[in-house]
């Protein structure tokens, strides 16, 4: 008597579930190991990005003191260890308060599955032709990108404008001793947003002499926040850019246009300005 139907069916769900049992068996040391690697390195991102290295410096030197006692078999000092180990965990946190709080900023705002660069309209040629032309005239600027921080804070600081981004308009705003000339710009897309802001000032103390206020701030609103910052220094007319807790100084046209494109998640080929003045334009 053949086999019924309703037995064939079951036993071929249980050889396909048998195979694909299997292929996992093989696949999973991989995948293991790719989810391991991926975690560690978007954990060194994280730390490079918040000038955190002192954090885990502190807990490396902790480790390495308790398993020396361990190993050593120093029994008074495991003993301090396990007693004093909660009120230095809480120490800890209060210590390096600043420093945790931009790591779980960056936390919240870093995009860990992002595959590709997302199409926009480049809206920062206005900006780098004002910065172009301040650095000739040896003026000072501070343009500040918005990306996903919402600034808030500092918006209020200054004058509110929501116009039309343009270069002449920045120009002079920075070009002229104009109320809103000591302040930064902070822009959205192609709007300019405020004008005459005040930035939290860096919290690092290795910085150079050299940098002036400008700079300060730029590296400051770059240390608790995702913005891009843009600064012209009134005594050199060196461009830099702050991002990620970092100066990058005295940069070309070029490079800081691939920097803006790549930072600002801008494609090279998309060319048409939104939302703003099309300055490569002649009038008819």
């Given at each position: 008597?053949p086999p019924a139907p309703e037995h064939n069916l079951g036993e071929n769900a249980v050889n396909t579930l048998d195979i694909i049992f299997k292929i996992y068996n093989y696949i999973r ?122 600034l808030d804070n500092i918006i209020e600081t200054g004058t509110k404008l929501n116009a039309d981004l343009s270069s002449n308009l920045l120009v002079t705003i920075f070009g002229h001793d ?107």
């Amino acid at each position: 008597m053949p086999p019924a139907p309703e037995h064939n069916l079951g036993e071929n769900a249980v050889n396909t579930l048998d195979i694909i049992f299997k292929i996992y068996n093989y696949i999973r040391p991989v995948l293991d190991i790719g989810i391991l690697t991926f975690l560690l390195y978007r954990a060194y991102e994280l730390v490079t990005r918040t000038n955190a290295v002192q954090i885990f410096t502190a807990a490396v030197i902790v480790a390495i003191v308790y398993v020396l006692a361990i190993v050593l078999d120093l029994t008074t000092l495991l003993w301090i260890l396990s007693v004093i180990a909660p009120g230095l965990l809480i120490a800890f946190a209060i210590v390096f308060q600043p420093e945790l709080r931009k790591i779980f900023l960056k936390l919240g705002q870093t995009e860990w599955f992002a595959l590709g660069t997302r199409s926009k309209h480049t809206y920062v040629d206005s900006v780098l032709i004002a910065a172009e032309i301040l650095s000739r005239q040896k003026r000072g600027m501070l343009a500040v990108f918005m990306r996903h921080t919402k600034l808030d804070n500092i918006i209020e600081t200054g004058t509110k404008l929501n116009a039309d981004l343009s270069s002449n308009l920045l120009v002079t705003i920075f070009g002229h001793d104009t109320p809103c000339h000591d302040g930064a710009c902070v822009i959205q897309g192609g709007k300019l947003i405020a004008a005459g802001c005040f930035l939290p000032l860096s919290e690092q103390y290795d910085i150079k002499k050299t940098f002036g206020t400008r700079h300060r701030a730029a590296l400051g609103l770059s240390e608790v926040s995702d913005s891009v910052i843009l600064v012209v220094s009134e005594e050199t007319g060196a461009i830099t850019l702050a991002y990620d807790s970092r100066l990058h100084y005295d940069l070309t046209m070029e490079q800081l246009t691939r920097i803006l494109e790549s930072q600002l998640q801008i494609t090279p080929d998309a060319q048409n300005i939104e939302d703003t003045i099309d300055e490569h334009k002649t009038s008819a």
